[in-house]
């Protein structure tokens, strides 16, 4: 287990990490989610042993590993541009740790590696001969190599396109449960946070705001600005709130954080409003509507309908997708 016990870490006399604590289990991958300058980058070095720690403690079973240089902590670190070695081959990158450490049947080895994360044959191939998302996946292999007992992962996805990043994001989630593999990933990305992991710590100004399973902090965000952040489009708060959790049959709250899928244009609903924009998407129609009593919200209608700025409509409300949060703005 890889324990930080409320761990702070300094650039120049100003903090970048404030009293972090988290816990993170053998086989468990967590994702520290968080904006640009948050800290969650400082945290993931401090953790390799890149960056001293001012305060606090990071321990792994227990043992505090304050004074283990990184090469000795057994943790693997994986990049966002991979860093492969350009003048050798996919087999000679993936091996590299393995042939310095003269580990028998190491071949074997770089080919089990390279089947995992689907790169049969492609031993020989440079890694300029290779896409952005197969690169990615040599890198993955190499830090893989050596059986690290814990992987940290600095935004590996972060240098592809979207699609891609998506794609792999699925193939990176299987990969470490097939090898069993501990992980300890950063990233600003939700969507690629809630498909790789299976536990969140959302930071903000260096401190770690919430954690926990990720369903637990999609459902119950800490705070409106994590909300935000874990993509809910508005957070509602006084009477607003009351009145559209009415309208979704709950009970009512301080504050309540809505997706922008959350209230669907239907033919008779609890709630109604006068449409005030919209655009068409592949899957459905996104509009802006006015609802009476509550104001601007995003709603969704299907593509057989054709409401338009002006019209009229009824809404019904996701329950599913509202989530109540302790105080509004």
């Known amino acids: 287990m890889l324990t930080l016990a409320h761990l702070t870490v300094e650039y120049d006399g100003a903090p970048a990490v404030v009293d972090a604590s988290l816990a993170l289990e053998d086989g468990h991958v967590l994702a520290v989610l968080g904006p640009s300058g948050s800290g969650k980058s400082t945290l993931l070095r401090a953790v390799a042993g890149l960056e001293p720690a001012a305060a606090g403690s990071i321990s792994w079973d227990g043992h505090d590993l304050a004074g283990v240089p990184t090469h000795r902590r057994g943790f693997a670190l994986m990049f966002q541009d991979g860093q492969l070695f350009g003048h050798l081959t996919v087999a000679r990158n993936v091996g590299y740790a393995l042939r310095l450490r003269r580990t028998p049947n190491a071949a074997a080895r770089v080919r089990e590696?390279?089947?995992?994360?689907?790169?049969?044959?492609?031993?020989?191939?440079?890694?300029?001969?290779?896409?952005?998302?197969?690169?990615?996946?040599?890198?993955?292999?190499?830090?893989?190599?050596?059986?690290?007992?814990?992987?940290?992962?600095?935004?590996?996805?972060?240098?592809?396109?979207?699609?891609?990043?998506e794609r792999l994001a699925t193939d990176l989630r299987d990969i470490l449960r097939a090898a069993g593999t501990t992980a300890l990933m950063v990233t600003h990305d939700q969507d690629e946070?809630?498909?790789?992991?299976?536990?969140?710590?959302?930071?903000?100004?260096?401190?770690?705001?919430?954690?926990?399973?990720?369903?637990?902090?999609?459902?119950?965000?800490?705070?409106?600005?994590?909300?935000?952040?874990?993509?809910?489009?508005?957070?509602?708060?006084?009477?607003?709130?009351?009145?559209?959790?009415?309208?979704?049959?709950?009970?009512?709250?301080?504050a309540v954080a809505v997706r922008r899928s959350a209230l669907v244009v239907a033919d008779r609903g609890p709630l109604s409003g006068t449409v005030v924009s919209g655009r068409v998407t592949p899957e459905l129609i996104r509009l802006v509507v006015d609802v009476d009593g509550i104001g601007e919200l995003d709603a969704v209608a299907r593509l057989d309908t054709h409401p338009g700025a002006g019209d009229r409509v009824a809404l019904v409300v996701d329950a599913s997708r509202l989530a109540v949060t302790p105080a509004g703005h």
């Open 113 to 165: 590696l390279l089947a995992l994360v689907g790169l049969e044959g492609y031993e020989d191939r440079l890694p300029a001969t290779l896409s952005g998302g197969e690169r990615q996946r040599v890198a993955l292999a190499r830090s893989l190599a050596v059986q690290p007992r814990l992987l940290l992962l600095d935004e590996p996805l972060s240098a592809l396109d979207a699609g891609l990043r």
């Open 193 to 254: 946070a809630f498909t790789v992991a299976d536990r969140l710590a959302v930071m903000r100004d260096g401190r770690i705001v919430q954690q926990g399973d990720i369903a637990e902090v999609w459902r119950a965000p800490a705070d409106p600005e994590t909300a935000l952040f874990l993509g809910y489009a508005r957070v509602l708060s006084g009477p607003r709130a009351g009145a559209l959790l009415r309208a979704a049959g709950l009970r009512e709250a301080p």
